[in-house]
């Protein structure tokens, strides 16, 4: 995998710089000021895209933040834009099915599970759909979009489901008690627009791919951390804005963690709980077998959940 095969191809992301990058040429990145300030001591600016491998790989470590960090911190959720269509070949990358076994590949790097035959059984054309039904949701209810995004996530990178399809957004909505109603109108309209803002706010801001943090404080100092990278990147960009930020104590129970984060994986469940990670899996399964989770596996992985 050569350099210009990453810059010209937003779906290969550079597992070693942790980024899935976009065609378009980046901007100077001038506009700190644009930033609005925030009640909270920072703000996190997070451009990602529903359909970003390298975004679902830091997961972890973005929960683990909101869990640590919650109460100095607000995070905005930014649509990036990361596959327009495919009006392109360059690269290596001319059709869908180039990008299932790079999808295989990220999964086994950030040891999150991944099914890269998303790309062979039923491929996306866009990820405009997921990105601008996000958008519809953050009109509902902010909270609940995230969660939104997460069960995109999850249909997509382990149930191989088309997330360009409306019926799956519509499945995806419903399992977080969104209004569907409601998502198709603001789908089909104000989320548009508000998606649009987000690709404006991206260019003037300089994003050349994701994810990409901003993190901002009241006066519009302003630190980035480019690409997926290990925990402490994110909390040392925290602790330079604000020294006094306090890092909360949470439960790192099972039975806790599952109550905050109805699914986890086991990397996940590792960075959460603090368990070591060759230990976490057999934690996971030992209360699948007291019927108290359920388990998803895929041929990368797998994720577990509370038994209904």
Known sequence: MNNETLKTNPLLCDIETGMCETTEESTNNTTSSKVEATKKSVKLIYYTDP????????????????LEYGSA???????????PDWNYNSGGIG??????????????HYDMPIDGDLWLEDPMDSSYPSSIAFKAAQLQDNDKAIL?????????FLKKKNMAKWEN???AAEKVDLDVAQLKIDF????????EDDLKLGRELGVRGFPTIFFVDDAGNKEVVYGTRPYAFYEMAILKLNPNALKSEYSKNWDTLFAIYPTLTAKEFSELS???????EDILNALVSKNILEKLSTKNGSIWSIKE
């Open 148 to 156: 939104y995004m997460r069960e995109m996530r999850e249909m997509m």
């Open 51 to 66: 359909i970003c491998s390298s975004c679902w790989g830091i997961e972890p470590q973005l929960r683990k933040l909101k």
């Open 274 to 280: 603090g368990t070591p990670r060759n230990e976490s």
């Open 188 to 195: 089909d309209g104000k989320a548009k627009t508000l998606f």
């Open 73 to 83: 911190i607000e995070i905005d959720y930014r649509m990036g834009g990361l596959l």
């Open 95 to 108: 059709k869908p099915s180039d990008v299932a076994s790079h999808w295989d590949e990220v999964s086994i």
């Open 169 to 171: 957004l519509a499945i």
